[in-house]
């Protein structure tokens, strides 16, 4: 079956048994292509000053939290950390920040935690938009992965939830994939589920826009209202949380179906709904799980959403993650020739 935007946006709709059988049978085409391996990514939340508004997010510039970034030292320890426990790899989260500064500081963390892994740790980074040359400089201190969620493909959309001016522009955002991807960078985008006026069409676009983009891995998951963000205040119709919780489920299991040797992660927001959130997306076709490394005291001011949560419970699923590995997509050996 050909997967366009009819029959996507058919699985989106999906409801009881029917859903159900979605689900499983993208399960079921995960194991037969890349296998139930679920790999690790320990998640460091480096800093939350970031220079853009996004008016749906919970650390937007404007937003009354706190600001803090982590030392040098705690990253290290964070790396460490994982590194002790075989973890495979790290993510390197934060705000957008293009200062000089910050830009020297990753990338010798990069060096950093390269060095005392013996390069063993893989490294993502999910820093923003940044110039093609800073992307190129963190590729060559050590990062090969890059998370940039385009957050909704839909241009009208997007200008519906970012401020309208050129710091929050779409087209500097598909720029920035393309820049990512000519570096060298497995590459991953991603969108949010259940924004006000979004439909399963937009949401079906997503899905196809992703397999145009051609990339490795992706990151999504569901909108949750941030106190106090312009989004989260304005009037209107909203999907009640259960249905953006099974959209993204759906969202999963669709994407899975499409690309079927990339890698999905079970997304952190989508457990801030349901308890089993993870593992049900686990169940679905995702494949990569961010444990949060951050440390404890500053976890409060990266609330990027309410009820985030706060730690992680691995035991269920503890038989199928591949401790040690870095669990490279087979999206991104095929894409640049290897095999
Ligand atoms: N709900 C869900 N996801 C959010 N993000 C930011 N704010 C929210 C929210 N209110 C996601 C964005 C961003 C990532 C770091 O966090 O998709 O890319």
């Known amino acids: 079956m050909t ?12 409801e009881g048994d029917e859903m159900e059988a979605l689900l499983e049978s993208a ?3 995960k194991k037969e292509t890349i296998g139930d391996g679920i790999y690790l990514r320990g998640l460091i939340e480096y800093s939350n000053i970031c220079r853009k508004d996004c008016l749906y997010c919970g650390i937007r510039r404007s937003a009354a939290v706190g600001c803090y970034t982590l030392s040098e030292e705690e990253v290290l320890e964070c790396a460490r950390f994982a590194h002790r426990n075989n973890y495979g790899s790290v993510v390197i989260q934060g705000g ?9 500081t990753i990338a010798r963390l990069v060096r950093q935690i390269k060095e005392l892994s013996c390069g063993g740790l893989g490294i993502t980074l999910s ?12 590729f060559e201190a050590g990062a090969h992965r890059y998370l940039l969620r385009i957050e909704t493909s839909d241009e009208r959309l997007y200008r519906s939830i970012h401020p309208d001016d050129s710091l929050h522009s779409y087209a500097l955002r598909l720029e920035a994939l393309e820049a990512l991807k000519r570096c060298g960078y497995q590459v991953g985008t991603g969108v949010m589920i259940g924004l006000p006026g979004q439909g399963v069409e937009d949401l079906a676009r997503d899905l196809l826009f992703m397999r145009d983009m051609d ?6 998951g569901p909108y949750v209202e941030s106190q106090q963000t312009p989004l989260a205040c304005a009037s209107g119709p909203r999907l009640p949380l ?4 099974g959209l993204s489920l759906k969202m999963v299991a669709a994407l899975r179906m499409l690309m079927p040797d990339i890698n999905i992660a079970a997304t952190t927001a989508l457990q801030a709904i349901f308890p089993q959130g993870r593992l049900r997306a686990i169940g679905a076709g995702a494949n990569v799980i961010m444990p949060n490394l951050t440390p404890a005291t500053y976890r409060e ?13 691995s035991k269920i699923i503890e038989n199928n993650i591949r401790y040690g590995e870095w669990g490279d997509p087979v999206h991104f050996s095929k894409r640049s020739g290897d095999c």
Do not use: V
């Open 3 to 14: 997967l366009g935007i009819d029959e996507l946006a058919g699985m989106l709709s999906a």
């Open 27 to 29: 399960g079921k085409l």
């Open 96 to 104: 957008e920040n293009q200062s000089r500064e910050h830009i020297e």
């Open 127 to 138: 820093l923003g938009e940044q110039t093609e040359e800073t992307y190129r400089r963190w």
């Open 215 to 220: 990339i490795d891995m992706c990151g999504m």
């Open 242 to 245: 259960e249905k953006r919780y």
């Open 301 to 313: 001011s990266y609330f990027l959403y309410d009820n985030k949560p706060l730690s992680f419970d």
